[in-house]
């Protein structure tokens, strides 16, 4: 189980609702937190684009089993996140593995839906043209159609990110750590710690919109032919 | 002992099917149903009216653009036992309020957003020959726009309500009531001997997600409205 770094502060139960000494105190532990929710969130998002991307490929290859794809990716999304940790929990126990499988799960329909709907853009000329210079089927996917595809890819992304990092604060249930661990040790020490509650929602909120940012920038800066493209 | 002999203990267990005991799958799952629902309705009455007459006077387009990345990037675990700890310390019921107010907070955002999509890509033409005939605005709104969004609105209750029974769940660990996620967190407080709880916990969450999101499709069929409905069908 996780080691509790967090040093408890006497008497925090009077009106200052947000303490800065606690978080100057705890900085080391709340660095820690932070950078166990970034890897927990990189590492969802990891395996979910891979199978993503196979399953759109598959998708892209064979027309009739996209819909059987993106409805069963439909029907895993539905799934709320504690009743899936708590079905995965009996087989993985409290572990890694546990964590992962709903976290890159719910990140499949939203993925595979925008790497399929970013390729069908992709105009025919384009398709043609390279197919006449002699591309060949693997190849015009993987260097032309996937790069054109990639604005509405990382639209996609950019949600699944958002989304994925709400949902690690949830997996501090299973003792993984990242900043849910503050949310739920906050109401666990003797009285109510809300900084630690506060430390937790906020830093999570903050590390949202500075992810959804920075993939906003990267799509700049990657695909800068192309502008306003939405998740769907 | 395996976690599939506590499973079986657990379901033997004499009140695990009574409507009426605090132990009974079904009387957890129609709290969790009344919660959802409860936070869906006030939601709805909070934002669907405000969100038409925004989009009819076309006001409000970017916090309509920007309500559902907001409302995405709030954890659901957080807000809950934010509000718990508020509510403690106002002394108010904490086993009502704090989830109540997570939850309202968040469904709104899909149904704001939906609202407003819904009526803002509705064909002009339709509102202006409605406002030819001599419809007044608030006609408009209530008798062509709203009909018309329906589709699009109950999409957004559909993502809204989902969230609601996931959120509900997790609001067990704070709330002596949370639903079927009562068994789940009840179950981890105990570790390993609570896995048979935990598992038919979870599995129960996840049937009545998939129930509930069966049943929102359903009635999306039939609350389209007819020539809509026929439209869409000439249009495939």
């Excluded at chain 2, 407003?116 to 339709?126: D, H, I, M, P, S």
């Amino acid at each position: 189980m996780h080691v509790n770094t967090v040093t408890p502060l006497a008497a925090d139960s009077g009106p200052p609702i947000f303490q800065w000494k606690w978080v100057d105190r705890n900085a080391d532990a709340i660095v820690q937190r932070l950078v166990e929710h970034i890897s927990l969130t990189g590492a969802a998002l990891g395996i979910g684009l891979v199978v993503s991307i196979g399953l759109a490929v598959v998708s892209l290859r064979y027309r009739w089993s996209y819909p059987v794809i993106l409805g069963t990716a439909g029907a895993l999304y539905v799934i709320p996140s504690l009743g899936a940790f708590a079905v995965l929990v009996p087989f993985f126990g409290l572990t890694f593995v546990s964590a992962m499988i709903p976290l890159a799960t719910y990140t499949l329909l939203i993925l595979i839906r925008n790497i399929v709907t970013g390729v069908d853009q992709v105009p025919n000329e384009v398709r043609e043209a390279a197919v006449g210079m002699g591309y060949t089927r693997g190849k015009l996917l993987w260097q032309i159609e996937l790069p054109l595809a990639l604005p509405v890819v990382i639209a996609g992304l950019r949600v699944a990110a958002v989304t994925t990092i709400g949902l690690v604060t949830v997996t501090s249930m299973l003792g993984l750590g990242g900043l849910g661990y503050f949310i739920r040790a906050g109401i666990q020490t003797a009285t109510p710690n809300p900084t630690m509650i506060i430390v937790g929602v906020g830093l999570s909120v903050v590390l949202a919109v500075v992810v959804d940012l920075v993939l906003w920038l990267s799509e700049r800066v990657l695909a800068p032919w192309s502008r306003k493209v939405r998740a769907r | 002992m395996s976690f599939l002999d506590q499973l079986n203990a657990w379901l033997a267990d004499p009140n695990r099917w009574s409507w009426t005991d605090k132990a009974g799958v079904p009387y957890r799952t129609l709290e969790h149903l009344r919660f959802s629902l409860l936070a869906l309705a006030i939601a709805a009455v909070l934002t669907i009216p405000a969100a038409l007459w925004l989009a009819h006077y076309r006001r409000g387009a970017f916090l309509a653009s920007s309500a559902v990345n907001i409302g995405r990037a709030i954890p659901s675990f957080g807000l809950i036992i934010l509000f718990w700890f508020l509510a403690s310390r106002w002394e108010l019921d904490t086993t009502f309020w704090p989830l109540l107010l997570a939850l309202v907070a968040l469904a709104m955002p899909p149904l704001f957003t939906n609202t407003y999509a819904g009526v803002v890509t509705l064909e002009q033409e339709t509102i202006d020959a409605a406002r030819g005939t001599g419809y007044r605005e608030w006609q408009i709104m209530l008798r062509l726009e709203l009909p018309l969004a329906s589709p699009v609105i109950l999409a957004g209750a559909r993502v809204a309500f989902l969230q609601l029974i996931a959120t509900v769940a997790i609001g067990a660990i704070v709330n002596d009531g949370g639903g079927l996620g009562r068994y789940i967190v009840d179950g981890f407080a105990v570790g390993a001997q609570g896995y048979g709880a935990i598992f038919a916990g979870g599995l129960a969450a996840v049937l009545l997600a998939l129930v509930c999101d069966g049943a929102f499709a359903l009635i999306t069929r039939v609350a389209t409205p007819r020539g809509l409905a026929l439209q869409n069908a000439r249009r495939d």
